[in-house]
């Protein structure tokens, strides 16, 4: 499972194709697998308060995924392009 993470209270599902503000300043969206949800957001978001995953199915994107090496020492997926609505899945709450 694929999820981008974002902070804040709980988002609505995208109606439009989602562009996050990475997409443009690095040329790629962030995400992470499903294992990696809790590092992720331990060390990208320690001081904020509710954090919140969408789902994303890799099957549904109309964007290119790529696993790539981090400088966390793992591999995570990168979406290189809008993120189309279809491939929003479930909402899931991390904290």
């Not at 988002?11 to 503000?21: E, S």
């Not at 099957?59 to 793992?74: I, K, N």
């Amino acid at each position: 499972m694929i999820l981008h993470i974002v902070a804040g209270p709980k988002p609505a599902p995208p109606t439009v194709p989602y562009v996050h503000p990475s997409l443009e300043s690095e040329g790629f969206i962030h995400c992470c697998f499903d294992h990696q949800a809790l590092k992720v957001t331990e060390r990208f978001f320690p001081k904020t308060g509710e954090i919140w995953a969408f789902e994303i199915k890799p099957e549904s994107l109309t964007s290119a995924v790529r696993v790539e090496p981090s400088s966390l020492g793992e591999s995570f997926p990168h979406i290189y392009g809008p993120i189309n609505p279809e491939a929003f899945g479930q909402r899931i709450r991390i904290r």
